[in-house]
């Protein structure tokens, strides 16, 4: 293959050419999918329908949720397919577009963790400040701005991968096209592709995380300081399991698109892969709103509305 030219489609690979691990494999990502999406869904129905949960907070959960829903589904439901008709075969513009998206979401979902622990920040350690700080007008902006950027961002880093010419073979070692799987597939140098993802992995990703981590060293600084050993308790089992979930999708990211092209690939690259791909929009839901008692409230209200 002397250039990309030739290259028409790539083939991501399987985990397992037996027919029943794939069939495992399509249902255990398929219940994932699904529980993913209802989760996420039920939360956008509730904080829009219950004027109640109108707030900054919650503004920003129906945002997450959304991007969680939509991050999954660019890798899970294809992955699915392909492993239960056993084609692994994608398309040049469909690995363009997965290539696209998977940054796209990743960039805009660090972005949204990042201004929920803002949110967060300033709701208990600033109280007072809380209305003229995050007002409908700031968050939107946050909001807006998150996305723009990551439109940005993801187009360049999308166009500085596909400009490259692909000649060493068209087998991408992932389950989903992503950008370490194709560096390894290029013929020529590779080093200042490295060197950006590197730069803007570390700048933005480590940014962000420092930020998180400020915060919340903050935050649990003040919620020691609360008299009644229930609301440091309900702080706790919210900050700590989001501290985590940042942790493993930015862990998992960092070693898969931060280390060297040259080094292998492996299947624990695939595995890795899951923890940024489906850990977080199947987690952010139970941490962030289904543990929340007035999530839990309007859903409740929400049921008995539309069954009573």
Known sequence: MPNSTMIMEFLLMGYSDTWELRILHTISFSVMYLVTVIGNALIVIVTTM???????????????????????????????????????????????????????????????????????????????????IMTPRACAHMTLTSI?????????????TFRLPFCQSNVIHQFFCDIPSLLKLSCSDTFINEIIILASGLGIGGGCFIFIIWSYTHIFSTVLKFPSKTDRSKAFSTCVPHILVVSIFLSSGFYVYLRP????????????????????????????????????????????????
């Not at 723009?148 to 500085?160: A, M």
């Not at 595995?271 to 977080?280: D, G, K, N």
């Open 148 to 160: 723009l950027s990551g439109l940005v961002y993801s187009g360049f880093h999308t166009g500085n």
């Open 50 to 132: 219950d004027k109640s949960l109108h707030t900054p907070m919650y503004f920003f959960l129906r945002n997450l949720s959304i991007l969680d829903a939509c991050y999954i589904s660019v890798t899970v439901p294809n992955s699915c397919v392909n492993s239960l008709l056993n084609s692994n075969a994608i398309s040049r513009l469909g690995c363009i577009s997965q290539v696209f998206f998977v940054v796209f979401f990743v960039y805009v979902e660090l972005l949204f963790l990042t201004a929920m622990a803002r949110d967060r920040y300033v709701a208990i350690c600033q109280p007072l400040h809380y209305t003229v």
């Open 261 to 308: 092209s040259a080094i292998s690939a492996t299947l624990q690259d695939i595995v890795l892969s899951v923890f940024y791909s489906i850990v977080p929009p199947l987690f952010n839901p139970v941490i962030y709103s289904l543990r929340n008692e007035q999530i839990k409230c309007a859903i409740r209200k929400l049921m008995k509305k539309y069954y009573s």
